[in-house]
């Protein structure tokens, strides 16, 4: 178990170190300096500035001056906003973004859950294709139309929800429902499809000729197998809120990471769009080497030892 | 009541030579797969709509007398009328021609990123897969890391630094796009390298690549073509994203995902502009995500229910 915790966390700090590199690179290779503006700057000021942040020395410095600060958890300035450092942004943004992920994880999870339960229990039945038709759905429409829809429907025409902003748990019900609706008919298909291959196994027939209730099997023996895969796909989900959370945040003026995020790409602000790439990099990878670990816990029979990925 | 003649209880003549006859026509794999994907009727559904859709995306910009780019700023933000099918933008452009022009676009972009994750997946894939040892752990090690990298995060930097554009955008998108293909191809290939019919091709002399191209790769076709088809909605899914945050085509071209996302700004007071793009970017990821859970059915038999 060590070794294998041990030889995922070695490659995922490989993976971490192409991306600061890549991104470092990309970076310099954006068009313009970042001083370039509308308003040329006198030459002793642009040189002041380069010299301030490091920008007159060799790239090789550079180079190994950002990975040195991103040790240090120093995710550098932002050059549009004199003063503000990226820290400063993840510090304020990450919070409010990280409350209305774990919102929309939790709808996600729970509602999506129980839609595929009931669409397998009741196979071939109207619950099934009612719950499948709601999935599809939910997949086929793009996260922002999807909230601009609910922002419209919901809270500009009925009244029932704030329109914007970031004030109560009221205001947080509307994005967190528009972000967790492809993850939650993503979960509901995958556990529909584990738990009917589930409920066809001998054990369950099994449990039924001990004469078990219908709840009995459901809670005790079907879904505790079913939910396997659902766990292998927390990973991919937490990428998927996350990156939903740049178009949501904008969608509901919420003042979370995302929406400095967008607002940085808007403005070209290459520091801010470098330092929250490299900041969110960092937070999906351990995300996900969280979910494999925790599935080599739940699941004796994945053996863990062999360092297999589960195809 | 109705007479039975007696020559109905003459016993039947049994002939054993015609116990051994195939009564049905033998059916190739490929014809299995269209009849029992001819009987998943949402799959159909979906065909239907994606023929409908492409033949519009071609013939439809030449239905209107309207120019995709074309500003009219006397009617500006009209709704549909005979005039106008699907009403103008806030340039008095035609939606119409606009939708189905956009349609050409992100169809494109869909399908060219698909295509081209299908080229370097396959080769990828088909090469680790069938060298196998030091070749393959190397070659899956790198798309390991690759794999580990944020897709979105990594596209919107690329495009970013790249500028918008058509050829970007595919760019960005295929760059780490083709792993999922690779890996899926690597897994076939592995299971089917040992197969008889391969070592028969090698003791007859067939070069490697014969063998893959000739042997291996049609014998995965299955796979690879629902990865494929699934693969184009999410392309179309990525574009429309971009676009929201201004990272799409750049004007006066129109892909849905730029319609959309301006739109999305407009809803309160001119809805069409949202309806028409959103609601084809939506039959478009239905239709190609339902053709190929049909496709992935029809192909596996054992998923049957």
């Given at each position: 178990m060590l070794k294998y915790v041990g030889r995922r966390l070695l490659s995922m700090l490989l993976s971490l170190f192409l991306i600061i590199t890549a991104t470092f690179f990309l970076m310099r290779a954006a068009p313009g300096g970042p001083f370039s503006g509308e308003k040329k700057l006198p030459p002793e000021i642009e040189k002041n500035l380069n010299e301030y942040y490091g920008l007159d020395r060799p790239w090789y410095n550079q180079y190994f001056d950002y990975l040195v600060s991103i040790a240090k958890w120093d995710f550098g300035p932002s050059f549009k906003y004199k003063g503000q450092t990226v820290n400063d942004l993840i510090n304020e943004g990450f919070p409010v973004s990280f409350f209305l992920g774990m919102e929309s994880l939790l709808l996600a999870v729970s509602i999506g859950i129980l839609l595929g339960v009931i669409a397998a229990l009741n196979h071939n039945k109207w619950q099934d294709y009612g719950a499948m038709i709601f999935a599809v759905l939910g997949i086929s429409v793009p996260s922002f139309i999807m909230a601009s829809l609910l922002q419209y429907v919901?809270?500009?025409?009925?009244?029932?929800?704030?329109?914007?902003?970031?004030?109560?748990l009221q205001h947080t019900v509307l994005p967190a429902l528009a972000l967790a609706a492809t993850p939650m008919a993503f979960i509901a298909r995958l556990t529909r499809s584990s738990m009917l291959e589930v409920l066809s196994n001998d054990y369950i027939r099994t449990a039924k000729a001990k004469g078990l209730s219908r709840g009995q099997i459901t809670v005790k023996h079907a879904i505790r197998n079913a939910l396997l895969p659902v766990v292998t796909y927390l990973g991919p989900l937490s990428a998927a809120i996350l990156t939903g959370s740049f178009v949501i945040e904008k969608i509901f003026g919420i003042p979370g990471l995302g929406s400095h995020f967008v607002l940085s790409i808007s403005n070209r602000d290459y520091t801010v769009i470098m330092g929250v790439t490299v900041f969110y990099s960092i937070i999906l990878l351990s995300a996900v080497l969280l979910v494999d670990i925790v599935y080599g816990l739940i699941d004796?029979?994945?053996?863990?030892?062999?360092?297999k990925k589960g195809e | 009541m109705q007479q039975i003649p007696k020559e109905m209880f003459q016993p039947a003549s049994v002939d054993l030579s015609e116990a051994e006859k195939i009564s049905k026509p033998s059916l190739s794999y490929w014809k299995d797969v269209s009849i029992r994907f001819r009987k998943n009727k949402l799959a159909m559904f979906g065909l239907v709509l994606l023929v409908i859709l492409v033949f519009m995306a071609i013939f439809g910009p030449y239905m209107t007398k309207y120019d995709y780019a074309t500003n009219d700023l006397m009617s500006t933000n009209q709704p549909p009328s005979a005039k106008h099918w699907f009403g103008t933008d806030e340039l008095g452009r035609d939606v119409f021609a606009r939708t189905w022009y956009g349609a050409r676009i992100s169809l494109f972009i869909g399908l060219a990123a698909a295509l081209i994750d299908l080229f370097i997946g396959v080769l990828w894939g088909g090469i680790a897969g069938f060298r196998g040892g030091k070749t393959d752990e190397v070659m899956m090690r790198i798309a390991d890391i690759l794999w580990a990298v944020p897709y979105l995060l990594l596209v919107i930097l690329l495009m970013v630094i790249l500028g918008q554009g058509l050829g970007t955008m595919i760019l960005a998108m295929t760059i780490t796009g083709w792993i999922n293909m690779a890996r899926i191809v690597r897994g076939q290939v592995l299971q089917l390298k040992n197969q008889e019919y391969v070592l028969a091709a090698q003791t007859l002399g067939a070069s490697t690549s014969r063998i893959m191209f000739k042997h291996l790769i049609p014998n995965a076709m299955g796979p690879i073509l629902v990865t494929l088809t699934l693969t184009i909605p999410s392309a179309i899914f990525t574009e429309a994203f971009l676009s929201y945050l201004g990272l799409g085509v750049p004007q006066p071209l129109a892909s849905w995902g730029t319609m959309a996302s301006e739109g999305v700004q407009a809803l309160q007071y001119y809805p069409w502009r949202l309806f028409f793009p959103a609601t084809f970017i939506c039959l478009t990821i239905f239709a190609f995500n339902v053709v190929g859970d049909g496709l992935r059915d029809a192909l596996d038999p054992r998923l049957r229910k």
């Open positions: 919901l809270a500009i025409k009925l009244g029932w929800f704030p329109v914007a902003r970031w004030e109560s004796p029979r994945i053996k863990l030892a062999g360092g | -």
